[in-house]
């Protein structure tokens, strides 16, 4: 166990944007890339790459100081397919190639809108990218295409915000966010940024320093508490405290970071103390492993953790989730309008075309220009039968093409398209963040704590 000033971090899962990244998605699900997990490590100053079956070393997918990082802790792969990481000590976000890792440029320079100990990471809904500014205690937004500033979502010390870390969009629409100094998390609306509630209040549950923050499987908070070297579960709607998913020091745990749902239902965690990746029963709890061995390829510090083909951690390749950017496992669609349940909220943009659901005629493919020749309400980009009026989308032997096109299709029929029906659903990318000791140190220091 560590005292307080040796807390490092935060984290998030995230809950991830997947605006305009159909391209992207489909020809990730084409090349049927291998699961890798990448972490920040904080002390050496790179993102390592592991093996998202066996948890053995890869590589050093961002090598050392590349473009100037220096303690990075927030990692998320964005619309565009790249990495972005906050930088902590140069209070900037850097962009890599998704692909490559190698570095691209200062997406947010430093110190931009006033950011101050930038953690974690997040693009929202609405395709923009939030990162909570530990030092000033607030969450900046920044244009999710230029990084340029665009305001401070969560103004400093909003309803007592204090050294921010994780960030997570839920399925209500709403942003929340770990506050350190607080031991809480809170709850802002995801639209505006209003304060809405202590989602969970002040040591809930007896959390203590809260950083990473994930929704799992069951539809629950999961929050890493760095002094009591646990994982908390709250419930997802309430937030009223259900149990210690994971148990003090359950397998060495010491400091805990970074937190997600892996592509086995199981919960990884960075041991921030122990420099190792930490496995749970998804389910129980229960201690499996440790997945990425002390120091393994270097690892020293470990921040944020994410698996490169989930991006909310829930489970459910990017290329299949019909809500890439909440978890929801059971994939429930009460609608069968593609769209998953918890994605619903009509406040989202899930395409990121810049048409929120409640006025997009086709909320799961991007385009903007909503054309919908036939008047079916339902946009050609998704349209089973574009040419020819099928409101209800009937396609009884599920070939992609509407049933009003099939009994059987005249060669010279109007819907000689409609053969063009079967598209590919986008896939995305993802998120998660954190920190190591050293810069909790620093920015201690900086901010006269």
């Known amino acids: 166990m560590m005292t307080k000033n040796r807390v490092s971090g935060m984290g998030s899962q995230c809950a991830l944007t997947w605006a305009a990244v159909l391209a992207l998605g489909a ?29 053995t070393f890869s590589d050093a997918f961002v090598p050392a100081a590349s473009g100037g990082l220096n303690a990075p802790f927030g990692l998320v792969f964005g619309p565009d397919g790249n990495l972005y990481v906050s930088s902590g000590i140069t209070d900037s976000v850097l962009r890599y190639n998704g692909a490559t890792g190698a570095f691209i440029d200062a997406f947010v320079p430093t110190a931009a809108g006033g950011l101050d100990g930038p953690e974690g990471l997040i693009f929202g809904p609405d395709g923009n990218l939030y990162v909570s500014s530990y030092v000033t205690g607030s969450i900046l937004r920044y244009n999710g295409a230029t990084g340029v500033f665009i305001d401070a979502f969560v103004p400093t010390g909003s309803a007592g915000l204090t050294f921010p870390r994780g960030l997570v969009f839920g399925r209500d629409g709403n942003l929340y966010v770990s506050s350190e100094s607080t031991d809480s998390v809170l709850r802002y609306n995801g639209a505006t940024g209003a304060f809405i509630d202590a989602f969970v209040p002040a040591a809930g549950g007896g959390l203590d320093a ?67 990746i930490l496995r749970y029963n998804g389910v129980t709890g229960a201690f499996i492993d440790a997945f990425v061995a002390a120091a393994s390829g270097g690892l020293d510090g470990p921040t944020f953790l994410i698996f490169d083909n989930d991006g909310d951690g829930d489970g459910v390749p990017d290329a299949a989730d019909n809500c890439r950017f909440v978890s929801n496992t059971d994939q429930t669609d009460n609608e069968g309008d593609g769209v998953g349940n918890v994605c619903d909220n009509v406040a989202f943009d899930n395409d990121g075309d810049g048409v929120s659901n409640g006025a997009d ?41 509407g049933d009003v096109c099939e009994t059987p299709p005249p060669a010279d029929s109007a819907c000689g398209t409609c053969a063009q029906g079967v598209f590919p659903v986008a896939g995305l990318v993802l998120p998660a963040w954190l ?5 909790r140190r620093a920015r201690r220091a900086r901010a006269g704590k």
């Open 27 to 55: 020809a990730a699900g084409a090349s049927a890339q291998p699961v890798r997990l990448l972490v920040g490590s904080s002390i050496t100053n790179q993102v390592l790459r592991y093996n998202g079956d066996t948890g």
């Open 435 to 439: 920190i190591g000791w050293r810069l």
């Open 361 to 401: 005629n086709c909320p799961i493919v991007s385009n903007s220009d909503q054309a919908d020749p036939d008047g079916d309400g339902k946009g050609d980009a998704c349209d089973n039968c574009p040419a020819t009026f099928n409101a209800d989308q009937a396609d009884s032997d599920a070939d992609g093409i």
């Open 210 to 276: 809260p950083i990473g923050l994930v929704f799992g499987p069951d539809g629950h908070l999961y929050v890493s508490s760095g002094l009591t070297a646990s994982v908390l579960r709250y419930n997802g709607t309430t937030g009223g405290f259900i149990d210690a998913f994971v148990s003090a020091a359950s397998g060495g745990l010491d400091v805990p970071i970074g937190l997600v749902f892996g592509p086995d239902g199981n919960l990884y965690v960075s041991s921030a103390s122990t420099d190792s």
